[in-house]
């Protein structure tokens, strides 16, 4: 199975930051990748697909990057509604596996 | 609109059997590929299996042979049947849409049921 580790696991930062979290697969995916937000009790949310396609009514201040095994997710301004968890997602082989996630917390 | 509503959670004994159901509405789920994933309490997420709209399907190594995925197209109902459930099965199961080709992502998901596996 495709292994995809994000770093960094946990992240300060406040109201108005420019934050990114990268995500690494352990081969090629060309840009078969997804990211996903997840908020306490909640189900996930799409927010990015094909490694940078904006999902319809996700902010634009979300962005993707990436190609190959090295992807980020850029948020450019963070706002309070953004704290919460991330997870990348690849959908290259038959099996989508998912990063362990990046838990970003108010400073 | 596009609505997935998971059921079928609950609390089951070590090496028992469960089937969870996950009826949808605003689209036709034999025309789509559907996913299950799920998140055990206090951890990341999983995904565990996924149909195709052609019928082919596929597992993650820790439920294969175990669990089976299935569909209802007169119900418009996508299933996961699990058996010999373990302790580590314990999950919040999500049922989700899944796009196709290059746009392969959960777009809808569901609430979600508890799957408690203990004695």
């Known amino acids: 199975d495709i292994q995809m580790t994000q770093s960094p696991s946990s992240l300060s930062a406040s109201v108005g930051d420019r934050v990114t979290i990268t995500c690494r697969a352990s081969?090629?995916?060309?840009?078969?990748l997804n990211w996903y937000q997840q908020k306490p009790g909640k189900a996930p949310k799409l927010l990015i697909y094909?490694?940078?396609s904006l999902q319809t009514g996700v902010p634009s201040r979300f962005s993707g990057s990436g190609s190959g095994t090295d992807f980020t997710l850029t948020i450019s301004s963070l706002q309070p509604e953004d704290f919460a968890t991330y997870y990348c997602?690849?959908?290259?082989?038959?099996?989508?596996?998912f990063g362990q996630g990046t838990k970003l917390e108010i400073k | 609109e596009v609505q997935l509503v998971e059921s079928g959670g609950g609390l089951i004994q070590p090496g028992g059997s469960l089937r969870l159901s996950c009826a949808a509405s605003g689209f036709t789920v034999s025309s789509e590929y559907m996913s299950w994933v799920r998140q055990a309490p206090g951890k990341g997420l999983e995904w565990v299996s996924i149909?195709?709209?052609?019928?082919?399907?596929y597992y993650a190594d820790s439920v294969k042979g175990r669990f089976t995925i299935s569909r209802d197209n007169s119900k418009n109902t996508l299933y996961l049947q699990m058996n010999s459930l373990r302790a580590e099965d314990t999950a919040v199961y999500y049922c989700?849409?899944?796009?196709?080709?290059?746009?392969?992502?959960?777009?809808?998901w569901g609430q979600g049921t508890l799957v408690t596996v203990s004695s």
């Open positions: 081969q090629s995916i060309s840009t078969y």
């Open positions: 997602q690849q959908s290259y082989s038959a099996r989508y596996t």
């Open positions: 149909i195709y709209s052609g019928g082919s399907t």
């Open positions: 094909a490694a940078s």
């Open positions: 989700a849409r899944v796009g196709k080709g290059i746009a392969a992502a959960g777009d809808y």
